[in-house]
């Protein structure tokens, strides 16, 4: 079964700092994408990044990459330079076989707080 | 802005009624997807349809139902509604059906509150 676990159910950093979201997920398949998205308190869901299983390097967005460890089954998320507008809730979520690739899987977030 | 509009933004219904949720796509984006956000359960896939047919199902109760019209908007019905049914409520759209790199654009969400 296809499973993404976040362990840090809240975190802080300060403005201006750097931070990594953690992430791991379970699947047997050889062919899933990763992704992750950002839940501000107005509640809308932003796209942020994509890994696919099969990309050779980490996937990058402006100030956000992605720490993708393949053997280690961890798709971390980093922020650089972390603004004020960056608090919110982080989701790491994956499509895979085992969902016919129709649905995300989701893990159960993490809040990030950004202190200035 | 994503693209994917859902209304109502907020939705307030007492036990037993039966409320109609309704999501416009992204222009384009043939498929759209329900999701629930409960603070117990996290955020769930519900159903997905594609080009107005059911492509996938999730974990969706009997009393909830969805559809995909021929202009590609859905409507998830959801009825005999209980206590436990408060959640926000999110569509998504994709161009494809899936694949491992379907990026899903999420609407607003609409936030049904059970009293």
């Known amino acids: 079964a296809q499973k993404i676990t976040q362990t840090q159910p809240g975190m802080f950093v300060q403005e201006k700092e750097a931070v990594t979201l953690d992430c791991t997920y379970d699947?047997?398949?050889?062919?899933?994408?990763l992704f992750w998205y950002k839940q501000p308190s107005s509640g809308e869901m932003i796209f942020l990044i994509y890994q696919g299983s099969y990309d050779q390097q980490n996937a990058t967005e402006g100030r956000y990459s992605l720490n993708f460890q393949k053997a280690r089954k961890s798709a971390n998320l980093v922020i650089s330079a972390s603004q004020l507008g960056d608090s919110a809730m982080y989701f790491c979520?994956?499509?895979?076989?085992?969902?016919?690739?129709?649905?995300?899987?989701f893990g159960a977030g993490t809040r990030l707080a950004v202190h200035p | 802005d994503s693209g994917v509009t859902q209304t109502p933004k907020h939705l307030i219904t007492a036990t037993g009624q039966r409320v109609t949720l309704r999501c416009s796509p992204r222009s384009g984006d043939l498929s759209v997807y329900w999701y629930q956000q409960s603070l117990d359960q996290g955020l769930q896939f519900l159903i997905q349809y594609y080009n107005g047919e059911e492509r996938a199902k999730g974990n969706i109760l009997e009393r909830f139902s969805a559809q995909q019209f021929p202009d590609l908007h859905s409507e998830l019905n959801l009825s005999s509604l209980e206590l436990g049914d408060s959640a926000l409520y999110f569509c998504a759209s994709s161009v494809v059906s899936g694949g491992p790199g379907t990026e899903a654009f999420f609407g607003q969400g609409t936030r049904l509150t059970v009293v």
């Open positions: 699947t047997s398949d050889p062919s899933y994408g």
């Open positions: 979520a994956m499509r895979g076989p085992a969902g016919g690739y129709n649905k995300l899987i």
